[in-house]
């Protein structure tokens, strides 16, 4: 049973930094990606952030040139650094793995928010 437990959520101003973590623990035979989701108040799910195994990263461009992500493949853990924020960027958090057949695995999410 793969489990994915997110950390580094919390406040932050408008302008300022948060990072958060995720470590995946469990077995399984392959992995195909890890990224980041969130979810506002009356909003879908959307995707934040994602790292392949070849470090290939895509990101919603409401936030390109803001964030970023690093993966470590041997430690499977992600971290999504957030920088410029802004109180859009309000929602919870989920980490996401991607394993094969493309079954996804989630954590169970941290609050982010940004007010002043």
């Known amino acids: 049973q793969v489990q994915l437990v997110e950390s580094g959520g919390g406040l932050a101003q408008p302008g300022g930094s948060l990072r958060l973590s995720c470590a995946a623990s469990g077995y399984i035979s392959s992995v195909k990606s890890m990224g980041w989701y969130r979810q506002a108040p009356g909003k879908e799910r959307e995707l934040v952030a994602r790292?392949?195994?070849?470090?290939?990263?895509n990101f919603a461009d409401s936030v390109k040139g803001r964030f970023t992500i690093s993966r470590d493949n041997i430690k499977s853990t992600v971290v999504l650094q957030m920088n410029s924020l802004n109180p859009e960027d309000t929602a919870v958090y989920y980490c996401?793995?991607?394993?094969?057949?493309?079954?996804?695995?989630w954590g169970k999410g941290t609050q982010v928010t940004v007010s002043s």
């Open positions: 790292i392949d195994n070849s470090g290939s990263t």
């Open positions: 996401n793995l991607r394993g094969p057949y493309d079954i996804d695995y």
